[in-house]
């Protein structure tokens, strides 16, 4: 019942906080934000489960109940969590608090409905980490695209509608995309519910029927296919992530870290459960596209990242070039690969959720983002500048901070992996990015932070207030402590995604 | 026979059954003898309550009923009243439950429009009657009582279109739905003439049994049954008799659109439902293919609807067309039926009562948003909605529900609704039904979230100082319009259920 | 088969009228004349408009009117069944009451309307004026 609670608490916070005047709504809302964050700590404490919850592994907090009947299959209201989400629920609540918190500078108008949106969102993030049953999820998945459509297209910069439709229609269309195969699979497996572990072990148990004359093994392939670019909009990948920086820069600072931290995962974590676990054998039979795709992404993303002179075009391209890395990882099929995909969703969210706070920060105090209009801000807000620092070196993969146990566990599992032919030279080009991303980074850091001091707006710089600093050392603090005891997600992950390598057969 | 002989209907049992028909003409009625007794005091407020009461009583009434099965298989069938020509049973209470619901929350909400206005009482007592006779549409089971109650729901509305006396668009538009419905009643009752010239009846039941016997009079059927689905198209506002529709929602008064678009279009298709699946079952394979026509409709009017609905740039044209998009949407609840398909088709015309449920409650709700607008006079095209979200958040964020909810985003009841009907379409083997309609709601996604990007994305263009006036009655009807939207996906359950059985039961 | 029969029916109709006006149109003589395109040919010349207002209370008199005439035709069949519908053996709650609550729901309506003033004959002023003015002339 803790899942239900939760979510009713997050919904009624929002509710709540939508109803209070504006000056009250941040301090509410950081503070019911705080309590989602006990809730799933707590869940993380009394998390005893093990296996994947879609191959027939205990799902932990798990709890069903019928919700209607279509066409002979069962809807449920099915939640539980395993070693797979349960991080990302972590995540979730963690980065919602903070980007709250950070919040408080940046946003300076219609406070309530912000805060309210920002409390809504989470709540259905927490439901698609936490749904079992497709069509909750489905409902959750589509009811995340709707504050964040609000959030970008009120409270943006100056193209902030183009920005935000681009946004609504890229990641609709691709939800429709995803929607129609997945009941096409549905429709041919003989299951009388829409639970995602039963689907996953009908399939599991080579039970496609053909559809419509098209035979399962087709069947098999399209929907895949289907699915995969389905969620690849969502994740972004190359080359269908044009909607992502223009909605990184046109959004507000909080939206942005929630944007970057949790919403991509979403595409990943979809990935991961529908593509790789239930049809094994349709990923490897696309491994060399995928892979393609996942280091283009890697190459590709890195340098667009190298062209921006917008600092946030420069964090928003690096994503898509991380995201690069998560999906070499996934397709690797190998212990380490998905193990370390899945961990470097969650250390990117955070990684990823500092960088662009710590931009917004920076904008806050010189209201430009372009690196040529300034130069040498570390004497001016050292604290800032020292944390934007060390975010960069966590983003290039420094060791004992999160992303470097998460690119090192992926690399270590795609070079050796056997699923991926070649798999050796996609490692290889994918470490090259690694270079890029220290490459660009570094140049950005060199001119806005560094050598002497000058602004090209007008505005009296000063130090960085608390309430900014705060969520940046705390969020550095979780890279930190991640990438000293990695396993204290890491075990449980692998956990979770060691059976999807069973269930493909060994590869 | 002579009409002594007839086993007469106990009339407290009739009028109980009909309970929320008499509920609804009882307090059409009190509207008068109170606007009667006092006709020149301000009495809004009184009439206002009267027929919100009345309508909610019967709206009681009727899921009182359901709930306790009335005139459903568990307790002994459809009821049949006065030889037959009426009939209670699910279906219609069903769709009573849609017009009440309807017909209350634009009472609610006509509080506020009509506060100057200087004679209500015609107002609520042509709107109650116009439900009264729609409750009486969705129980009709003879051809004679399905016309006279289609006249009697469609006479109160021509005179609801045209209320705004000094306004033109009202009266034009009361004029062109008057004219369009005029010659389709007269084909409607020249097509129940042919039925009954090669049936000898009006009675649906004894119609289906004596179409096996038409042999040659087959010609004379088809197309009398043409005739009788050219009255329904009408109603329904579906190509190609939907020439009026544009016209005249978006003349009327914005709560009488609401009426019109929402309860009035949920009455034509109650009426169809019940006489083309009653009656006209067994000429699908005898005098003419009818369920191939309603196909073809629901094609050019779901396209049609949703493409001239994306060219407008006047907010309630555009709901206008969206609206006879719609219909095309329901029409599928006709057109996936084939002979032989009992299941199929209880599962697919029950989607299509699900959907006019829930369009009930968005639909009603985006018009009257819409009246909103009208009384706070700010304008009519999208521009002129520029940042109305910042002014008036909640009633903004309600149309963003219903605007969402209307293009079937997963978010809101207007999804499974859907997604029942293209199910059911399929799995009647119409594919290409589901496919033509699940292209045009994507497409309707565009024109609807302009709506909702004039409302919350653009910046105030004019002057918004009139939106600080607060209309209560229109607030409440809106918010709980969309409430309702937003908690018909969590209880979309019972409602399916209810239709499919109640379909089923038609079918049987 | 009966079909085509009613068809070849209709086209003749359509064709012998058009037929009739081809024909003559063909033959007659063209004579173009003013008088012949006035209102009343060989009649009054005519004066004024042609466009006549009626006050609009004359409709709410006549629907009024029709209501009444109409419940007539549902009163006489009644009236005819009435004796011997009692004679066998109905009772008065099927045989008078229906009608009676049928008369009762028009007589709120006409009370109603008579209340509100629509059989009240008000005279317009700009109506009076338009009469004197063209007495006057």
Redesign the interface.
């Given at each position: 019942m803790i899942i239900e609670a939760l979510l009713a608490f997050t919904f009624a916070a929002a509710l709540l906080v939508f109803a209070v005047p504006n000056r009250y709504a941040h301090k509410l809302a950081f503070g019911l934000s705080l309590v989602p964050i006990v809730g799933s700590l707590y869940m993380w404490s009394a998390f005893e489960a093990g296996g994947n919850a879609l191959t027939g592994g205990q799902i932990a907090f798990e709890t069903v109940a019928p919700?209607?009947?279509?066409?002979g299959y069962q809807l449920q209201w099915y939640v539980g969590v395993d070693g797979i989400s349960l991080p990302l629920v972590v995540l979730t609540t963690f980065l919602t608090a903070l980007a709250i918190m950070s919040a408080w500078t940046p946003i300076d108008d219609?406070q309530s409905?912000f805060y309210g949106l920002m409390l809504l969102m989470e709540a259905n993030l927490i439901g698609v980490f936490t749904a079992l049953d497709f069509f909750l999820w489905?409902?959750f998945w589509?009811?995340v695209l709707?504050p964040m459509y609000?959030l970008i297209?009120?409270w943006g910069g100056p193209r902030?509608?183009y920005a935000?439709?681009k946004f609504?229609v890229y990641t609709?269309?691709a939800s429709?995309v995803m929607f129609?195969a997945f009941m096409a699979l549905v429709f041919s497996l003989p299951v009388d519910s829409f639970g995602l572990p039963e689907i996953t072990q009908s399939l599991a148990a080579g039970e496609l029927t053909a559809f419509?004359g098209l035979p399962a093994e087709t069947l098999a392939l399209v929907v895949f296919a289907a699915m995969f670019v389905g969620f690849a909009v969502k994740v972004p990948v190359v080359p269908v992530h044009t909607w992502l920086p223009d909605a990184h820069v046109e959004a507000p600072t909080p939206a942005s870290v929630m944007l970057a931290g949790v919403l991509l995962k979403m595409g990943t974590y979809a990935l991961l459960r529908f593509n790789f676990t239930m049809l094994p054998e349709q990923a490897s039979a696309f491994a060399i596209p995928i892979g393609i795709i996942a280091v283009v992404s890697v190459i590709y993303g890195a340098m667009l990242a190298l062209a921006q002179t917008d600092l946030k075009r420069i964090v928003a391209y690096s994503s898509v070039s991380s995201m690069g890395y998560v999906i070499l990882g996934l397709i690797a099929f190998t212990e380490f690969g998905m193990g370390g995909a899945t961990f470097q969703m969650v250390a990117h969210g955070l990684i990823s959720g500092l960088m662009f706070m710590a931009v917004g920060v920076i904008y806050n105090a010189t209201h430009t983002r372009i690196v040529d209009d300034m130069s040498g801000l570390a004497d001016r807000m050292p604290v800032a500048v020292w944390i934007l620092v060390a975010g960069a070196f966590a983003y290039m993969g420094l060791p004992l901070m999160a992303g470097f146990a998460g690119e090192f566990f992926i690399f270590v599992g795609s070079f050796g992996s056997t699923a991926l032919p070649y798999a050796p030279v996609f490692t290889a080009l994918a470490m090259f990015g690694i270079v890029i991303v220290a490459g660009y980074l570094l140049l950005a850091m060199q001119r806005t932070l560094f050598g002497p001091f000058r602004l090209e707006t007008d505005y009296e710089l000063t130090r960085a207030p608390m309430h900014d600093i705060a969520p940046l050392v705390a969020l550095l603090g979780a890279i930190v402590l991640l990438g000293v005891a990695p396993s204290l997600f890491f075990d449980m992950i692998l956990d979770a995604t060691v059976p999807i390598l069973e269930l493909g057969g060994g590869l | 026979m002579s009409l002594l002989q007839i086993e007469p209907t106990s009339w407290l049992f009739a009028l109980s059954s009909l309970g929320p028909t008499v509920v609804l003409v009882l307090s059409a009625l009190a509207v008068l003898a109170i606007d009667s007794l006092s006709p020149d005091a301000r009495s809004n407020t009184r009439l206002a309550a009267t027929a919100a009461a009345g309508t909610l009583i019967a709206l009681g009434i009727t899921v009182w009923y359901l709930l306790a099965g009335t005139g459903q298989p568990a307790t002994g069938g459809a009821i049949s009243l006065f030889s037959g020509a009426i009939v209670v049973d699910g279906m219609g209470l069903f769709f009573t439950a849609i017009f009440t619901s309807v017909a209350a929350l634009v009472v609610v909400a006509s509080y506020d429009y009509l506060e100057d206005d200087a004679n209500p009482a015609a107002f609520y007592s042509l709107l109650l009657f116009a439900t009264t006779a729609m409750s009486l549409m969705a129980v009709a089971n003879s051809l004679a009582t399905v016309f006279i109650s289609l006249e009697m729901a469609s006479l109160p509305s021509y005179a609801l279109v045209a209320y705004l006396k000094t306004n033109r668009g009202s009266v034009e538009a009361g004029l062109k739905y008057f004219l369009i419905g005029a010659v389709s009643a007269a084909v409607f009752a020249f097509g129940i003439s042919l039925v009954y010239a090669a049936t000898g009846s009006l009675l649906l039941p004894d119609i289906a049994t004596a179409i096996g016997d038409v042999t040659d009079l087959a010609g004379i059927l088809g197309v009398g049954i043409l005739m009788v689905a050219g009255g329904f198209l009408f109603k329904t506002a579906s190509v190609p008799f939907h020439f009026w529709a544009p016209e005249a929602y978006e003349g009327a008064p914005a709560p009488v659109s609401a009426f019109l678009s929402s309860a009035s279009k949920a009455a034509g298709f109650a009426v169809a439902f019940r006489v083309f699946a009653e009656a006209f079952m067994p000429a699908l394979d005898v005098a003419v293919d009818w369920g191939l026509l309603f196909g073809i409709l629901a094609v050019v009017t779901m396209v049609l609807g949703n493409f001239a609905a994306a060219t407008q740039t006047n907010v309630k044209r555009m709901l206008a067309y969206s609206s006879i998009g719609h219909a095309g949407y329901a029409l599928i609840g006709l057109a996936a039926v084939t002979a032989g398909a009992g299941a199929n088709n209880a599962t697919v015309m029950g989607a299509a009562m699900a959907h006019l449920l829930v369009y009930g409650f968005m639909n009603t709700g985006a018009f009257l948003f819409i009246a909103m607008i009208e009384r706070w006079g700010v304008g009519r095209t999208f521009e002129d909605y520029a940042g109305i979200g910042r002014k008036a958040p909640m009633a903004s964020m309600a149309m963003a529900v219903f605007m969402f909810s209307l293009a079937g985003l997963p978010l809101f009841g207007g999804f499974f609704s859907k997604y029942f009907l293209f199910l059911g379409a399929i799995n009647a083997g119409f594919w290409w039904l589901a496919a033509v309609g699940a292209v045009t709601s994507a497409l309707s996604l565009y024109y609807y979230s302009r709506v909702v990007k004039a409302l919350w994305l653009e910046e105030p263009t004019g002057n918004l100082d009139a939106l600080d006036s607060k209309p209560t009655g229109l607030y409440a009807a809106v918010i709980v319009a969309g409430v309702i939207t937003v908690l018909l996906l969590p209880g979309f359950g019972p409602v399916i259920e209810t239709a499919e059985a109640a379909a089923a039961a038609v079918f049987a | 088969m009966s079909w085509i029969a009613i068809g070849a029916l209709a086209l003749v109709g359509i064709a012998i009228p058009l037929a009739m006006m081809a024909v003559s149109a063909l033959l007659r003589p063209a004579v173009p004349e003013q008088s012949k395109s006035t209102t009343y040919e060989s009649g009054e010349i005519p004066t004024g408009s042609g466009h006549v207002q009626l006050n609009i209370q004359y409709y709410m008199v006549a629907l009024l009117f029709v209501v009444f005439d109409i419940e007539t035709v549902m009163i006489f069949p009644w009236a005819v069944m009435y004796r011997s519908a009692l004679e066998a053996g109905t009772p008065l709650s099927q045989a008078l009451l229906p009608m009676l609550i049928f008369v009762g729901i028009l007589v709120v309506g006409l009370v109603w309307a008579w209340r509100i003033g629509a059989v009240e004959w008000t005279t317009s002023l700009r109506a009076a004026t338009q009469k004197t003015e063209r007495q006057n002339t």
């Open positions: 919700w209607l009947e279509v066409a219609r409905q489905f409902v589509e009811a709707v609000f297209g009120v902030r509608k935000a439709i609504f609709n269309i429709l129609i419509y | - | -």
